[in-house]
């Protein structure tokens, strides 16, 4: 079984910063893909940001130039620098990831983390 389990969140004034991450564990053979979701009440969950196997990144219009997404592969571990916080920011965020489970397989399953709370408020 592979776990994500999520950290960083809390309540920031605007303009502040946060750092997010995600580690995965269990099962793993391979990681490709992982990302950073969010979801603020009575919204859809969205796209925030995604870095792929080889470190590509993209991100969400609304977060261009304010977020960094980052891996550490050693650790299995995703990152998201969130800087210059703004109200509308605020929602649960979730993390995934791609995760091959069989060496040499290229099949992937898609994994999330439980969520956590990101509230920007003065």
């Known amino acids: 079984q592979v776990q994500l389990v999520e950290s960083g969140g809390g309540l920031v004034q605007p303009g502040g910063s946060l750092r997010l991450s995600c580690a995965a564990s269990?099962?793993?053979?391979?990681?490709?893909?992982m990302g950073w979701y969010r979801q603020a009440p009575g919204k859809q969950r969205e796209l925030v940001a995604r870095i792929t196997g080889g470190s590509n990144t993209n991100y969400a219009d609304s977060v261009k130039g304010r977020f960094t997404i980052s891996r550490d592969n050693a650790k299995n571990t995703v990152y998201l620098q969130m800087n210059s916080l703004k109200p509308e920011d605020t929602a649960v965020y979730y993390c995934?990831?791609?995760?091959?489970?069989?060496?040499?397989?290229?099949?992937?399953?898609?994994?999330w983390g439980q969520g956590t709370q990101v509230t920007v408020s003065s």
């Open positions: 995934n990831a791609d995760v091959g489970l069989i060496e040499g397989s290229s099949r992937k399953y898609r994994y």
């Open positions: 269990g099962s793993i053979s391979s990681i490709s893909g």
